[in-house]
Structure formats: C-alpha cells, structure tokens
C-alpha cells in the first residue's frame, strides 16, 4: 500500500500582543509605585563669609597740602612727583578703602589737581576733600 502524502494547508494564526503589552505596563507601573525613591544626599559644607574674611588690612592715607603747596602724605613730607609711588607702596601693604585729602584755604588750585591726578592713576578708591 502506498501512502499518499497529504500536505496540509498553511494556516494563517497570528499571536495576539496586546495582552502582553498590558501585562509589561501593569508591571512597569506597578515598579514605579512601589520603589522608594531616595534624595542624594548632600555634603553640607560650611563655609566662611567673605565678608567677615578680610587677608589684607584696609588703609586709608591721609594727604594734606599747606599753605606753602607742600604735599604730606600722614603727616610726612612727600614731593610731587612721588605720590603715585607712594599709592602703589601703600596699596601692596593692604587694601586702599578711601583716601583723605585736605587742602589749605591758600594753597594753589594746580597742587590739588596734580595730587588728585597721582592718586587716579594708582587706585580707584573714593577720595574725600577737605579743608
């Protein structure tokens, strides 16, 4: 006897997915629930106020010019020409915070100006007239 071989037909059976994706997003959400999220923590570190921090001292030189236009600069002599000078040698002591300048009533005008334009060329601190 002889066998026929019967094929059998293709069958077309397609899976169903969307069953499976419900079970994923039930888990997922489910995970997401039920973790227990920690906040980093956080290294507190104490640090100093600038303000109450100070390196250098803080200075304020004193000019005054007499009636003879004689320039002294706290109480000492000081020619012209070496008051820039004077302002850098007294600005990497410390840190200029103002600057006093009194003049004589009969002290030429040109002096103030020339004592004024030394002091701006060497710093930009607030310069206080007097007289």
Same mark, same amino acid.
Do not use: C, W, Y
């Given at each position: ?36 999220? &920690? +906040?980093?923590?956080?290294? =507190?570190?104490?640090?100093? @106020?600038? $303000? ?7 200075? !304020? ?13 706290? &109480? +000492?002599?000081?020619?012209? =020409?070496?008051?820039?000078? @004077?302002? $850098? ?7 200029? !915070? ?6 004589h009533a009969m002290s030429e005008h040109n002096t103030l ?11 930009? $601190? ?6």
């Amino acid at each position: 006897m002889k066998h026929k071989n019967h094929t059998a037909a293709p069958s077309n059976t397609d899976v169903d997915m969307n069953p499976m994706l419900d079970i994923v997003f039930i888990l997922l959400i489910f995970f997401i629930v039920t973790a227990s999220f &920690q +906040k980093a923590h956080v290294l =507190d570190i104490d640090r100093p @106020n600038k $303000a109450n921090v100070t390196l250098s001292q803080t200075l !304020t030189p004193q000019f005054s010019i007499d009636q003879r236009n004689r320039i002294f600069l706290n &109480q +000492k002599q000081v020619d012209p =020409d070496a008051i820039a000078v @004077n302002i $850098a040698r007294l600005a990497a002591q410390g840190e200029i !915070t103002s600057i006093s300048l009194k003049a004589h009533a009969m002290s030429e005008h040109n002096t103030l100006v020339t004592v004024l334009n030394a002091i701006k060329s060497q710093t930009d $601190a607030p310069v206080a007239l007097g007289s």
